[in-house]
């Protein structure tokens, strides 16, 4: 059977290509520069924020502005429990759970607001957070902000800082994707898309849409808490502005730009945050907002489903190219009840590019 | 098991509109039920009542003896209950398998932290509830759809998409919201005897709403006709073609009178 070969062989091109992934991803901090190694590290520290994001706005489809906060709470978390020689394993589940206990709260109350309320009320979250950080100079070192180094390599590693740290990014955001993966696959993967659609059907199927917008915004919490943890690990420095409004609606940008309800989007948009910054600067520091907001209505523009979608884009140009000169009638028709799933999939794809097209 | 459903004086206003007034039957295990009438009899309001969608102002809704009235509707599913609705309402751009397999979602045990981990057990009833979706979708010959995006079918397969998805559930009370609504001659012959086949293989109850009076005859065992919010009357279908209060709720007074 062709379909049946096709998808072993697929299978298998799959985990030989997870694999090399993986080899090189363990490899590349030994062999590159510290500073592409500190690049690749803070696109570790995003990606893990706008995977977060990406569960409650783009899967589940709450608009949500704060995203920034629960990143900026994970990192004072991590640098208060660092300060106080609290042990690194306490120290990273502390950064995860505060900030899910408060995104549960807050969106305990806000998920019953309907549709753009919900917008409203986590616009408030880094708005408040950047006085509230100010004047709790107790635990956050107030407008100063506060450090804790906690990321240097031990001796017995013979590692630089910057390789130890990439490790260490590594192994938290490669377990935060996969966790991710998972979670939006299946069950409650199927509950956050039909929350996202349409909720009088998510209750027929017995899915409270209530709690399923809480359950999305908590894991997204927690994701930002991850992620705060994660940025103190690279930076060693948090301040005010780390959570400041406008870091809030870059990751909004960077999510829809990787591609919103999509896991490798979260990934891609964790490179944008990263990139564009230092691609606009470099072309003009004056003028990097507006350069900023070309990229992103130029990409938008082009591929309104994000930057994970170019290769399906790509492909489909160039099979619709090929079939232009290549297909000078319709093929003959066989009733599809009876042809192999995948065959009757690909006609029917086919088919309806065909009446697109005219 | 089938489920049985009682409606005692059920109210419904909204504002100064009496939308349903004091209507009251029940619904045996295992039976075909018609809910019929002309537009704006309620009976889709009615229907929105049993899935906890409306809260009735009075009365009282049960099924297989529990009182749901006042009940958030994603508990109802919990009790059995599935429904369709008028207008099919598919994900379209997710694959009809997807949207098929949300019909399981009760069905499936653990919490989103064993999801997120992929606990064997998860694993297992994915792969259990995705084997039942695909056997489902062959049986009614829809299988070669199953990887395509919903949003590519007709409205007819959108229709059997929505029935075989709230039969995934394996719901005790399957509530029809105007099934025929749109389709065409061929596809309401198909459709009597996919429901027929399900209640010869199935242990359920269903209730149909619908104007299609050919798809009432042929498959209802009872009906209750509705008329302003209020029950008109309750038998076979054929009692209530015949029955003059219901020529007279559908064509009009005079028309009656003529055609009598």
Redesign the interface.
Known sequence: MPAMSSVLANKSTRVILIAVVAIALVVAPLILPAFTNQTLVRIGVYAVAVLGLNIVMGYTGQVNLGQIFFVGLGAYVTAYGVNHDWNIILVFVAACVVPGLVGLLVALAAARLGGLAIAMVTIALPIVGVPLAKRLDEFTGGSQGTSARFTDAPDWSGLYNDQWQFYIVLLVTAAAFL??R??VR???G??F??VR??E??????????YRTKV?AFT?ASIFGGASGFLYLAAVQYTSPETLSFGHSISLVAAMVIGGAGSIAGALIGGAYYVFVPQLTNAIDPNLTTISQGAILLVVLFLLPQGLVSLPRVVRRLFRRRTSRSSLPGNPPQNS??H?P??D??RE??EK?ERQDRS | MAASLSLKGVDLHFGGVKVLQDVTFDVEPGVIFGLVGPNGAGKTSLFNCISGHYKPNSGSITISGTEVLGSAPYRLARLGLARTFQQPALQLHATVLENVLLGGHIRLPGWPVSWALRLPYTARAERGIRAEALELLNRAGLGWAAGLPAGELSHGLHKGVELWRALLSKPALLLLDEPAAGLSHGEVEQFIKTVRRIRAEQDITIIIVEHHMGLISALTDRVVVLDHGRKLMEGTAAEAQSDARVIEAYIGKDAADDAA
């Open positions: 966790l991710g998972s979670l299946g069950k409650y199927r509950a898309g039909v659609e349409n009088a059907v998510a209750a027929s199927m017995g899915i409270s849409p359950l894991v599809p009840v042809q799933a995948t009757a999939a029917g794809l309806t």
